[in-house]
């Protein structure tokens, strides 16, 4: 079955400056990969996602490249501020298609941004 | 956007009592939800697929006597932890997907100690 692995598991970074979050993935087969946003007591929030037929997409501060050949993704963060403190967790359909909604997490990085 | 609502937030129960957890899809049909459980500073594991109007299905060792699942409407979901034990204490947490699609939106979730 599918194992997501998620480095590294915490991050610290001075606000304005950029963070990196990889995971990697076992299954070839897997099409969806989203990232999730969790603040303390709070559920996880999709932030965004990305299809195995798209190398890279992005959304103002934040970005996820794809690597299938590696079965790698990443979650880049540009002129990170204090509010993207958090833990980031990335995700990967168990049995490898996105139609069963079923996802596998890694393990989180804990991001702090310091002022 | 898709808004899943979960209630409680946070209970506290005594040892052997049992506690209902509800989830609803608030501005969409959700044939299918899930179950997470989480305990601190850990990842999110999957428990249960709970589909509406059938039997909910368990992940490998998630015992379904002690998480009942119901999902009776399109929009509504429960999980009743039976007999509660202070080693049933973790924050749970229901998502949802809208019909046909691949985005997973989560509930707030569920803290729930039982002493």
């Known amino acids: 079955g599918e194992n997501v692995e998620q480095h590294p598991s915490t991050l610290s970074v001075q606000e304005g400056d950029s963070a990196v979050i990889k995971c990697t993935y076992s299954?070839?087969?897997?099409?969806?990969f989203p990232w999730y946003k969790q603040e303390l007591g709070k559920g996880p929030q999709l932030i965004i996602d990305?299809?195995?037929?798209?190398g890279e997409k992005k959304d103002q501060r934040i970005a996820v490249t794809l690597n299938k050949t590696a079965k790698h993704f990443s979650l880049h963060i540009t002129e990170t501020q204090p509010e993207d403190s958090a833990v980031y967790f990335c995700?990967?359909?168990?049995?490898?298609?996105?139609?069963?909604?079923?996802?596998?997490f890694g393990q989180g990085t804990t991001l702090q941004v310091k002022p | 956007g898709a808004v899943v609502s979960q209630h409680p937030s946070r209970v506290i129960c005594k040892s052997g009592t049992s506690v209902k957890i509800e989830c609803r899809s608030l501005?969409?049909?959700?044939?299918?939800m899930f179950w997470y459980r989480q305990f601190p500073k850990q990842s999110l594991m999957l428990m249960a697929t709970?589909?509406?109007?059938?039997?909910?299905?368990?992940e490998q060792g998630v015992e379904k006597d002690k998480f009942l699942i119901n999902h009776a409407s399109l929009t509504l979901s429960t999980l009743t932890v039976t007999s509660a034990h202070p080693e049933d204490s973790s924050f749970y947490i229901c998502?949802?997907?809208?019909?046909?699609?691949?985005?997973?939106?989560f509930g707030s979730g569920t803290q729930l100690s039982v002493l």
């Open positions: 998502s949802a997907s809208v019909m046909g699609a691949e985005k997973l939106f």
């Open positions: 995700a990967a359909p168990i049995g490898g298609s996105s139609n069963t909604g079923k996802l596998i």
């Open positions: 501005d969409f049909q959700a044939t299918t």
């Open positions: 990305i299809r195995s037929n798209v």
């Open positions: 709970s589909n509406e109007g059938s039997k909910a299905t368990y």
């Open positions: 299954d070839s087969a897997s099409n969806y």
